[in-house]
């Protein structure tokens, strides 16, 4: 196996060197540059003020966000050069291609996740997903309980309310970091992020209280809409 530490080495990338003052372009995720295309952080700075997380905490989190965006273009190009230059049998090659999830992913997720804030107000209890969640967990308050469960396992990943498009089917998956266990091909319906630099900064080691103000600021109508 190879130490993390040697492979960002290897590699040139850095999460913390990669990333970006906050405050990214907001005129879309991905830029198109001559024939290249590239992906753009997007500015969540609206999210800032919201009850149960500070500035600062948003800030850093923001500022993490932008760094795999970042290395997610590094890696997109760095692979494409080396396909250019005929060295797709390097050790190097396959590394970079092993690294692609887990930056893509690192960007992905955060992006539901902050598009997944900002709300007021829980659930429609009238709506459509509501109407799911009680078909497929027996109610609201057993869907919650294991999502809030699923959160509260040790380790560091995420807590996806993914939708089977198979047959419509709503279940809780846990992330492990960013690219482990993730359903094929399924549909996220709402994230959360339970790596550790999501909440200590607020709540140190109470996880359950950044899970309780994770709740109170769901935007459940941006959850709803991804409903197929
Ligand atoms: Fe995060």
């Known amino acids: 196996m190879m130490d993390r530490r040697f492979f960002i080495t290897l590699t ?104 997944n804030l900002g709300g007021k107000g829980g659930l429609n209890p009238n709506g459509k997903l509501a109407k799911k969640l009680a078909e497929d967990f027996g109610g609201y308050e057993a869907w919650e309980k294991d999502f809030k469960a699923t959160g509260a396992m040790r380790g560091i990943g995420w807590v996806g309310l993914y939708q089977d498009p198979a047959n419509g089917k709503l279940i809780n998956f846990w992330i492990n970091e960013h690219d482990v266990s993730h359903p094929a091909g399924g549909n996220p319906l709402l994230i959360m992020d339970v790596f550790e630099h999501a909440f200590m900064i607020d709540y140190g080691l109470k996880r359950a209280d950044y899970i309780g103000a994770f709740f109170k600021n769901i935007n459940w109508g941006a959850v709803e809409a991804r409903l197929k």
Request: zero cysteines; charged letters at 25%; a neutral charge.
């Open 12 to 115: 040139g990338l850095s999460l913390v060197s990669a990333a970006l003052p906050s405050g990214g372009n907001v005129s879309g995720q991905i830029k198109k540059e001559g024939k290249s295309m590239s992906y753009e952080a997007k500015d969540y700075s609206k999210l800032i003020g919201m009850e149960g997380f500070s500035e600062t905490l948003l800030k850093n989190h923001f500022t993490l966000y932008q760094g795999y965006v970042t290395n997610t273009n590094k890696v997109l190009d760095t692979l494409a050069q080396m396909l250019k230059d005929g060295k797709t049998g390097a050790y190097e090659y396959a590394e970079l291609k092993r690294r692609l999830g887990w930056e893509f992913n690192g960007m992905r997720l955060h992006e539901f996740y902050f598009d």
